[in-house]
């Protein structure tokens, strides 16, 4: 078993940025690849961004290309995510997550195997 904790979160200005960290902890975790995504109120979860084991590999939602950049330390087993230019739309429960197979990039929920327990993310305008 993988346990998945993420932390960073908070609340931050239109524009501004904040990082968020996923520290795995259990068993092979550095051999994942793995992902982020998202659930606003009222809304169903979508994919943010993902991330192969050797982290040559990354895909982005459209909503967030060109501003969140994710990344990982697999000496740390930690998976980042750094969001810059954040806006109201942003704001939403952030989850990190590992796939059902260990080498499938996951970019769709049918894709997640595990689930951290989230962290909120508030953009004010």
């Known amino acids: 078993q993988v346990a998945l904790v993420e932390s960073g979160g908070g609340l931050v200005q239109a524009g501004g940025s904040l990082r968020l960290s996923c520290a795995a902890s259990?068993?092979?975790?550095?051999?994942?690849?793995m992902g982020w995504f998202r659930q606003a109120p009222g809304k169903e979860r979508e994919f943010i961004a993902s991330?192969?084991?050797?982290?040559?590999?990354?895909y982005y939602a459209d909503s967030v290309k060109g501003r969140f950049t994710i990344s990982r330390d697999n000496a740390k087993n930690t998976v980042y995510l750094q969001m810059n230019s954040l806006k109201p739309e942003d704001t939403a429960v952030y989850y990190c997550?590992?796939?059902?197979?260990?080498?499938?990039?996951?970019?769709?929920?049918?894709?997640?195997?595990?689930w951290g327990q989230g962290t909120q993310v508030t953009v004010s305008s």
């Open positions: 997550v590992l796939p059902r197979i260990f080498f499938i990039i996951p970019r769709q929920t049918g894709d997640v195997g595990s």
């Open positions: 259990g068993r092979t975790s550095s051999i994942y690849a």
């Open positions: 991330i192969g084991t050797s982290g040559d590999r990354t």
